[in-house]
């Protein structure tokens, strides 16, 4: 299926439409990206935050339920931020990225990470304070917390990495 | 733009650790490490700066916002020291030359008289608006200002590479 639509774009006139903003828009390359770090900033200070606090590593004073609520939205809006920026580059060039093991990893870290911020948000909106509600949901917000703040954490330095994976792997397209 | 101390800058581009970090995986792994450092400075001064624009986190008090937030961005703003001025050792006088570079640097200076103004003046009196959602105009200023120099730093940082 990789291949069918790695394909399918590279010879799409999204592809076309893509190369020719990056190389007609003065600044566009370096705009994409730094809107994509700020939106990863954004994310920062909502999910990392909010697993931060719900490890007792960060912000004491605040309720984890309430930064649950207030803060993950955040992270929902710069999520397709994040995915138009870095889109514009996936679309441009599909092969490098669809052949890069480090895009790889990125988007098999990115997927969990992102349902398990799903799975705290919806289910503190059907009962506010769940996850602080008994014993047993807190070590689950816990376990929760640990494994998406290593995920957040590959993500960003997987992002960086995919630019050096051609030094690494020496594959070209 | 002509540029103070050239010696220096060749000087530090020709050290061995400049030389390692400039052939090996080490300019990759202190780059991704920058990233997540700007992140983290750049995230826990938004929660701060949103806080003093009125805009979020109303419920809680500026002072206690600040208190449990400026750790975090300190601690993350030496990590971006750090690993950037391993970056910076590499090419130092191409970088030093780059007007992206020179932005950020002028950027980051304002950003932290910003804060300083903030930290010494206007914090000083906290105490007569530190839980009150609107606070006055001299701190909701330095919070927008502080907002507008961090994306002037994040957008001239990403630059820099874009000009070498």
Redesign the interface.
Known sequence: MKDSIASALAESSAREFAIYLLGNVPGLPPIAQSIHILAIAVIMASAVMVNLRVLGLAVPSQSPSEMIRRLLPWTFWALPVNLITGGLFVVARPNRYFYNPVAEWKFQMLVPVVLLAVVLYWINAREHGYWEASAGRRTAARVIAVVSLLLWLGIVLAGRWIAYTDYLYFLYE | MPVPFPELWSWLETRPLAEHIGFT?WF?FL???H??G???????I??VDLRLLGL??L??PVS?MTK??IP?TWGAFILTVITGFGLFMTRASTYIENPAFQIKLIGLAAAGVNMALFQFRTFRQVPSWDAKAVIPSTARNAGLASLALW?LV??A???V??II
């Open positions: 995986w990759p780059e991704s490490l990233v997540l700007v992140g983290l400075v750049v995230g826990s938004l929660m979020t986190a419920t809680y206690r449990e937030l975090w994306i994040v957008f940082g990403r630059w590479g874009h």
